[in-house]
């Protein structure tokens, strides 16, 4: 995800957009099934406003010190899965833009628990909500793409395809280049 | 517009919330939003007129990862909003549902309830369902599960402010009076006039809105079929807005010997969404119940007053076939065709009851200034005009379920005023004058419109925000 620098105006929509596409939802804020959790977080500071996102990293640091393998990285980017995930936050850590949260997360469209001791029951257990890693993961399961980008009220996010990226970058330097070639010519008549 | 003592103004920015993006102030029609980019926005009381667009434009919500961390439940309790009311954000409008829910726990009061045509195009998407769709039946199933004894219909109102209304401009017609006439079913246009501009007042229709008319009629009319005695009945509606909140609580819409307020207390639809969750209603699994007879018998005239356009066409509907002028088109029920006029605004003009006339429909409050410019000017060439503060209707309203970012608005809008459209064709009745229960209402109760008795009951005069305001 990129963020047009100056463009973010701090609505927070993508945040809220990002928390709604996570869990069963319709159309309105109400009919949000929990509390919002966005995987995605606007921080401003000193006047400016970006939301920062995972960068979904292809060496991603917080895959390599997952001591239970829950974090892996595949084609589509760098995925948590809550099932594997011991909530130890050894990926907080490391992650270099501090992408990676531990929050209620979901799976399958449930909470996923925890069994703490129950101290009112010797032996017994009780069944309380987990705190594990959170993350984006580009809306993978949803056919339009990322939530974020679609919500944005100033177009200022967008999702980036490196290879993408190069194409247009390559082709401005080419068309820049050839301009001041041309630019050369006319000058030396 | 101060607050009362003791009561939470209708609509408030959260400055520990607020983000600064301004979307509100993008959205708010009379700049009544100011505040620098990136800083806490504040609004002017006296140039607010409650239509909470800011409330539907503000994402600003207290999210778990803030610093310093916020408690939404805390917020909610501070705001006296449901706990099943979902997150909470920078701008709001105050939540009324204690007052409504102790109206109708009181032993000693009759809770009437009424509910306007927008509310059953819009309450079901807070549980899951698109835009647009039509829940009549089980929004009257669940107000009955919430413990009221009567579920009547602002819609009934609705169709009773179309005689009234009509008759007013075919009266204003013929005795050379104030032209062009307004519509005042809108509590925040109302506001604009009395605030922006004072002098324009006189062309505000005396009617009171469909809200204040149910409501005047529940202490009166229906407790009287009832046997109730009107100070024990408690007066709730719901509203797919948040002015309606303001307009209950105004001086001047008080009715009766005992001067009661017509209406006790408003809930909007999201409010009302909260209220059935938290009762543990499905309401997905509700059957679908009629409204009580008599006041919540309505026409398809009466549905259309939730879109922009729609007033104007219920009464002209009435005012047509009341002068005799049958008119076969295969366009709207009345004949009249409205064609676009600049930015939200619809003209049309035809002939009635053998004079040349012009109306006018404005969707948006925003869009009202040049017309408002040429009244005071004495160059207006129109008689009627409708004006909606909210784009596209009340189906757009303040108090309506706010729509997730990145949902097409005008879309969502679009499916819910198509709802109503199709609502109102698929109704016996179509026009106000045609419905049984308000013939009924005029034979036993009001005698005509326009009567002495209407104008007691139904009529007001505007004016009051001008001198000082209320809230």
């Not at chain 1, 509390?35 to 970006?50: C, I």
């Not at chain 2, 002068?323 to 605004?345: H, K, L, N, Q, W």
């Not at chain 2, 040429?374 to 008689?383: H, L, M, P, S």
Request: hydrophobic share 45%; aromatic share 4%; proline share 8%.
């Amino acid at each position: 995800m990129s963020v047009t620098p100056g463009a973010c105006i701090g609505c927070r929509a993508c945040e809220l957009a990002c928390a709604a596409a996570h869990m069963a939802a319709g159309a309105t804020v109400g009919s949000m099934t929990r509390p919002p959790v966005p995987r995605l977080y606007l921080v401003r500071e000193g006047g400016t406003a970006a939301p920062v996102a995972c960068r979904h990293c292809e060496a991603a640091p917080c895959a390599a010190v997952c001591p239970t393998a829950a974090v892996r990285c595949d084609a589509s980017g760098v995925v948590v899965e809550p099932a594997r995930c011991i909530g130890c936050k050894a990926c907080l850590a490391v992650c270099p833009v501090g992408a990676m949260a531990l929050a209620e997360v979901q799976d399958h469209g449930r909470p996923v628990l925890r069994r703490v001791p129950d101290p009112a029951a010797p032996g017994g257990f009780v069944e309380e909500p987990a705190w594990l890693a959170s993350k984006c993961d580009l809306c993978r399961e949803r056919p339009a793409g990322p939530a974020c980008v679609g919500a944005c009220p100033v177009g200022a996010l967008s999702l980036v395809v490196p290879g993408e990226v190069r194409r247009v970058r390559l082709l401005a330097a080419a068309r820049a280049m050839a301009a001041a070639a041309s630019g050369a010519r006319e000058e030396g008549r | 517009m101060s607050a009362r003592p003791g009561i939470a103004p209708v609509i408030a920015i959260d400055p520990n919330l607020c983000t600064g993006c301004r979307r509100c102030a993008e959205v708010c029609p009379v700049g009544a939003v100011s505040g620098p980019q990136g800083q806490p926005q504040a609004i002017d009381a006296e140039r607010c007129v409650l239509c909470g667009q800011c409330v539907q434009a503000c994402y600003a919500f207290a999210a778990p990862f803030d610093e310093p961390a916020h408690d939404p439940a805390a917020i909610r309790r501070q705001r006296g909003a449901s706990e099943a009311a979902g997150p909470v954000f920078a701008a709001h409008a105050r939540c009324d549902l204690d007052a409504a829910k102790a109206l109708v726990a009181d032993p000693s009061r009759v809770a009437m309830v009424q509910c306007a045509p927008a509310v059953r195009v819009t309450l079901a998407e807070e549980f899951g369902l698109a835009p647009g769709s039509l829940t009549p039946g089980k929004l009257a199933a669940g107000l009955r599960r919430l413990g009221f004894a009567v579920v009547y219909d602002t819609t009934f109102a609705a169709d009773v402010t179309v005689m009234e209304e009509s008759a007013e401009l075919l009266a204003r017609i013929a005795e050379g009076g104030r032209l062009p006439l307004f519509t005042s079913c809108c509590p925040a246009w109302v506001r604009h006039v009395e605030t922006a501009w004072p002098e324009l007042t006189p062309h505000l229709s005396s009617c009171k809105s469909p809200q204040q008319m149910a409501g005047a009629l529940f202490k009166s009319y229906a407790a009287s079929l009832d046997g109730f005695d009107p100070a024990a009945v408690a007066s709730v509606s719901v509203m797919p807005c948040t002015a309606k909140k303001h307009e209950a609580a105004r001086p001047e819409l008080r009715s009766g010997p005992a001067d009661l307020p017509d209406v006790d207390a408003v809930v909007t639809v999201a409010e009302l969404a909260a209220w059935l969750k938290e009762a543990g209603i499905d309401f997905a699994a509700l059957p679908g119940e009629p409204f009580d007879a008599p006041l919540g018998r309505y026409s398809g005239a009466g549905v259309i007053f939730g879109a922009t356009g729609g007033v104007m066409e219920a009464a002209l509907r009435t005012a047509v076939a009341l002068c005799g002028e049958g008119r076969e088109t295969a366009g709207p029920e009345s004949g009249i065709v409205f064609s676009p006029a600049g930015p939200g605004v619809a003209r049309a003009e035809f002939e009635l009851a053998g004079s040349k006339l012009a109306a006018v429909t404005v969707s948006g409050l925003a869009n009202v200034g040049p017309l408002l410019e040429a009244v005071a000017a004495g160059t207006a060439d129109f008689q009627f005009m409708e004006v909606m503060c909210c784009p596209g209707g009340c189906v757009a309203g303040g108090g309506t379920p706010k729509l997730l970012p990145g949902l097409d608005v005008a879309a969502a809008v679009a499916a819910r005023r198509q709802a109503l459209c199709d609502h109102d064709r698929a109704l016996p009745v179509r026009a106000a004058h045609a419905n049984p229960a308000v013939t009924e209402l005029y034979a036993a109760f009001l005698e005509r419109p326009l009567s002495h008795r209407s104008h007691e009951l139904l009529h007001t005069v505007y004016g009051g925000a001008a001198k000082g305001g209320h809230d």
